[in-house]
T-cell receptor, first 116, second 112 residues
Framework: GAGVSQSPRYKVAKRGQDVALRCDPISGHVSLFWYQQALGQGPEFLTYFQNEAQLDKSGLPSDRFFAERPEGSVSTLKIQRTQQEDSAVYLC??????????????FGDGTRLSIL | QKEVEQDPGPLSVPEGAIVSLNCTYSNSAFQYFMWYRQYSRKGPELLMYTYSSGNKEDGRFTAQVDKSSKYISLFIRDSQPSDSATYLCAMSRIQGAQKLVFGQGTRLTINP
């Protein structure tokens, strides 16, 4: 399809395990964002890439969270030594960033992470 | 206090009613305002996208932005059961790709 694709859709892990979440943005989209959505809340910003450069990681809650986008396309969000409070839906969004002016972000369906 | 405040509801109205959804915000630097619709277990879907103050209409949907009051609204006319979802307001600060700041979301149910 032509939309943002995320995998896996659901992930269950035991506390202390490491997890990796994948995002395939819309083809050609320069900007890529990760958000965390807790149950009953709006998404909260985690980090932002422009091509392969991570320009903003101010929303990452701890040094256990790490994101990369090595070739400027697919991105991976990694969480080390998971904790129960990491349970949430992790959303990826992309936007084209053509010229000046803000471009709307298009979201994937997210990865629902449950930490037992 | 959160930068963006949105009543979480739930809001339940009969089919055909006009629905009004609102958000307030505190940061006057916000310039871009969006409404997203989110169905259960799906990602947010962009509905409306506006810049600065004014109105924008798209079919049954109208978005209003009042920057002087730091208040934005989404109106849905002739509401349908398929409009039942969570509606999220979002906003961002400046030009270029910038992080979105979301409200909590309002859960809306349209009863047939």
């Amino acid at each position: 399809g032509a939309g943002v694709s995320q995998s896996p859709r659901y992930k269950v892990a035991k506390r202390g395990q490491d997890v990796a979440l994948r995002c395939d943005p819309i083809s050609g989209h320069v900007s890529l964002f990760w958000y965390q959505q807790a149950l009953g809340q709006g998404p909260e910003f985690l980090t932002y890439f422009q091509n392969e450069a991570q320009l903003d990681k101010s929303g990452l809650p701890s040094d256990r969270f790490f994101a990369e986008r090595p070739e400027g396309s697919v991105s991976t969000l990694k969480i080390q030594r998971t904790q129960q409070e990491d349970s949430a839906v992790y959303l990826c969004a992309s936007s084209p960033l053509r010229g000046s002016g803000n471009q709307p972000q298009h979201f994937g369906d997210g990865t629902r992470l449950s930490i037992l | 206090q959160k930068e963006v405040e949105q009543d979480p509801g739930p809001l339940s109205v009969p089919e055909g009613a006009i629905v009004s959804l609102n958000c307030t915000y505190s940061n006057s630097a916000f310039q871009y305002f969006m409404w997203y619709r989110q169905y259960s277990r799906k990602g947010p879907e962009l509905l409306m996208y506006t810049y600065s103050s004014g109105n924008k209409e798209d079919g049954r949907f109208t978005a209003q932005v009042d920057k002087s009051s730091k208040y934005i609204s989404l109106f849905i006319r002739d509401s349908q059961p398929s409009d039942s979802a969570t509606y999220l307001c979002a906003m961002s600060r400046i030009q270029g790709a910038q992080k979105l700041v979301f409200g909590q979301g309002t859960r809306l149910t349209i009863n047939p």
